[in-house]
């Protein structure tokens, strides 16, 4: 399983960015991913998840109505449109997937709000 994540980068406060994570080695139709992000001196803590056929989506509340996730399942890519973006969200995002019983992320991708 490899999950290799990008499109993060320096944003200024109320800016844009959307983040990609290309999967592979493993059934990417078939699986949930999600997004998690860990800011500095703090623990890692989810921000959104979908189902394998893209139906159904989670949102941590301190994302919502601002961010969104969405897969392409041809192209074994997730992603995360982040809108209105706060100083809080600085932190390296990871893209996850549980796969036969053990998490599997990615090297992650750092996101830097300023103001």
């Known amino acids: 399983v490899q999950l290799v994540e990008s499109g993060g980068g320096l944003v200024q406060s109320g800016g844009s960015l959307r983040l990609s994570c290309v999967a592979s080695?493993?059934?990417?139709?078939?699986?949930?991913m999600s997004w998690y992000r860990q800011a500095l001196g703090k623990e890692r803590e989810l921000v959104a998840g979908?189902?394998?056929?893209?139906?159904?989506?989670f949102y941590a509340d301190f994302v919502k109505g601002r961010f969104a996730i969405s897969r392409d399942n041809a192209k074994n890519t997730v992603y995360l449109q982040m809108n209105s973006l706060k100083l809080e969200d600085t932190a390296v995002y990871y893209c996850?997937?549980?796969?036969?019983?053990?998490?599997?992320w990615g090297k992650g991708t750092q996101v830097t709000v300023s103001s």
């Open positions: 996850n997937v549980r796969y036969s019983g053990m998490n599997y």
């Open positions: 080695g493993f059934s990417f139709s078939s699986y949930p």
């Open positions: 979908i189902i394998s056929t893209g139906g159904s989506r």
